[in-house]
């Protein structure tokens, strides 16, 4: 059955879809409307809406550095990575701006092509950290939590080591009075 299989011959496993075949067709189908579904913003982040003043205002006039997600409509590792910037904007929360911008809609084209010829895109999601207007980094394909937490805490130190963070009080040692 193996060497059938490898030399082109008709033996297949069961529930294999074969291309052309109605069950590939359908698979095919739903993993176009599933794709079609992901994306969007997050409760927690702010939405610029692929609005080019929103962009330059939440860059330049925040005071605070400004993580930015640039997505694709569709892309479903920009879906993944959804819960990490909104994971980010709780724990850097007064500290650290997380914004979503959609960049490209499902079929191809720029939401903005200002933004999207300012920035360069080429792969999604493009994460990119602005201080004091500037870009200082840009993640590509990056869906991995400690990495935007490495150079967060850099920047504005770890959530566990601001004074008025839960985490922080419990850390601290508790003085005796003498």
């Known amino acids: 059955m193996v ?17 052309g075949s109605r069950r ?13 579904l992901t994306g969007g913003c997050g409760l ?4 610029l809406e692929s609005s080019t003043e929103k962009l ?3 860059i330049l006039n925040s005071g605070k550095p400004v993580l930015v997600d640039f997505w694709k409509v569709g892309c479903l590792s920009c879906a993944t990575l959804d819960p ?4 980010l ?8 701006v997380v914004a979503r911008f959609c960049a490209v809609h499902f079929w ?28 200082r980094d840009r993640w590509v394909w990056n869906t991995d939590l400690d990495a935007y937490r490495g150079v967060l805490d850099l920047l ?5 080591t601001q004074p008025d963070s839960p985490a922080a009080t419990a850390l601290t040692p508790k003085t005796q009075p003498k």
């Not at 590939?24 to 079609?36: D, G, K």
């Not at 927690?44 to 939405?47: F, S």
């Not at 990490?84 to 994971?87: A, H, I, L, P, Q």
């Open 84 to 87: 990490v910037m909104d994971k």
């Open 44 to 47: 927690k982040c702010v939405d």
């Open 3 to 19: 060497r059938q299989l490898f030399n082109g011959g008709t033996a297949r496993a069961p529930g294999v879809c074969r291309p």
């Open 156 to 160: 504005v130190g770890s959530p566990t």
């Open 108 to 135: 191809l084209t720029p939401t903005n092509r200002e933004v999207y010829n300012r920035y360069a895109f080429s792969f999604f999601p493009t994460a990119i950290l602005f201080v004091d207007g500037k870009e």
């Open 56 to 58: 330059d205002d939440a």
């Open 24 to 36: 590939f067709w359908a698979a095919a189908f739903l993993l176009l409307v599933a794709a079609m």
């Open 89 to 96: 904007a709780d724990e850097y929360r007064g500290r650290v």
